[in-house]
């Protein structure tokens, strides 16, 4: 979605060398305990999290609040991590996995999927590129986090890169166990203001929402919601810190963002910055990041005004939000002041005075510019033999 396939598989081959094999990826920092699924068990004590004192996702404030009256912070492309288990991938958004953003504060959680040779990948543009291993098996890892914290409420959205059969995720989704936090909407086939609190979410244990692009709704798999009947989007390749705006850019069925928040569709900021680094193709902007995942609501380019803007134009908050690196920032203190509280059960979130020998450390220093001056240099070759290519 954000790399194009042209010019060619030459220059995913030669970022794939850069991305080095991916081993079994070590943890951050020790403080983060491994983690074993095991065999789905989606039954919590639900005498023991409804008590009258009840945090929901992280604050008593939220327990009464409508699911779409919450801001949720989100990772995109949370599943493509630019550390060592990936040899710093220019194609990684994120310096943590999932499991830690959740501990951390993120909500949402977002993953490109494709389908390779029959099984569902979490794949960046193509699975020669970066590939993060099965959905099935990074869902269980997500269903295991919500087993281990009964009051959180999470959403999930999948892009569905390969326009696979509704019926395929659902059955990641069974075989993670993840189906039983599943919630289904009243109107699932239509967009609704009409979404419960995070108290009955919690007490019913329904406590995942997950939007597919592209799928067709099947009763069979109920809690399966087809992202473009219930959200809209601000637009996603922004190439300058100047470039983020409040438009509607997707779904095309809406003439305006108006339009669409009187039909009771849920707004998604995406709020992410690219580098184009050769004709058409694009990688996270990391030079950048302190200012793009600022919490300022007066700074060009940063989280906090880009969310103050959209609250302004929208006459709501925005429900959604999508960035890289998580952890710079942090951008959860923008979601955290929209909402107006301050969650207490989160682990800090890691950066560089927790973990000051982590990669988020060094990704950010002058190593990155080395990387990118390797991409521009491994691209132009790239488009070279492209010329050579299509000349003979
Ligand atoms: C994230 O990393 C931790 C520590 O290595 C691991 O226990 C956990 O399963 C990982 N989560 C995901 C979603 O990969
Ligand atoms: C959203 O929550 C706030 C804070 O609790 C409340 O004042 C407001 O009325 C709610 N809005 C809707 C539409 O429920
Ligand atoms: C918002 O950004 C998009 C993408 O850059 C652009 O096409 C659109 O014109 C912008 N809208 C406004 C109102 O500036
Ligand atoms: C980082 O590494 C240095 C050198 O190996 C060590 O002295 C220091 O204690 C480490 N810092 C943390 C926070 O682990």
Known sequence: MIFPIFPSLLFAALLATSSAQSSPSSPPSSTWTEVTPTVASATTDLAASASPELSCNGSPLLCDRKYNNITYMGAHDSAFLHDASTGESLAGNQNFNATIALDSGIRFLQAQVHNQEGTLELCHTSCFLLDAGTLTAWLTKIRY???????????????????????????????????????????????????????????????????????????????????????????????????????????????????????????????????????????????????????????TGALGLHAANCLAQWGQKPIFILVDFYDQGPAIDTANKLNGVTPTQNKPVPSTTTTANNTATTTHSGASLTRVSYATFASIISSVLVVIFLSI
């Not at 009955?200 to 919601?225: C, Q, S």
């Not at 928040?261 to 990688?283: K, Q, R, V, W, Y």
């Open 145 to 299: 986090w919500l087993d281990q914290n009964p009051n959180e409420v999470i959403t999930i959205l999948l892009v569905n890169s390969d326009n696979v059969d509704t019926s395929q995720f659902g059955a990641a989704f069974t075989a993670s166990g993840l189906s039983n936090y599943g919630y289904t909407p009243q109107s699932p086939t239509g967009s609704s203001t009409n979404w419960p609190t995070l108290r009955t979410m919690i007490t019913t244990n329904k406590r995942l929402v997950a939007f597919v692009t592209g799928i067709t709704y099947t009763t069979t798999y109920p809690y399966l919601l087809n992202e473009f009947t219930h959200i809209f989007e601000t637009p996603f390749t922004v190439l300058s810190l100047t470039g983020f705006n409040c438009t509607l850019d997707r779904p095309s069925g809406f003439p305006s963002f108006t339009a669409a928040l009187s039909a009771g569709m849920m707004p998604l900021m995406n709020h992410f910055a690219d580098t184009e680094i050769a004709l058409n193709i694009a990688i996270p902007n990391l030079l950048d990041i302190k200012t793009t995942n600022s919490p300022s609501t007066t700074k």
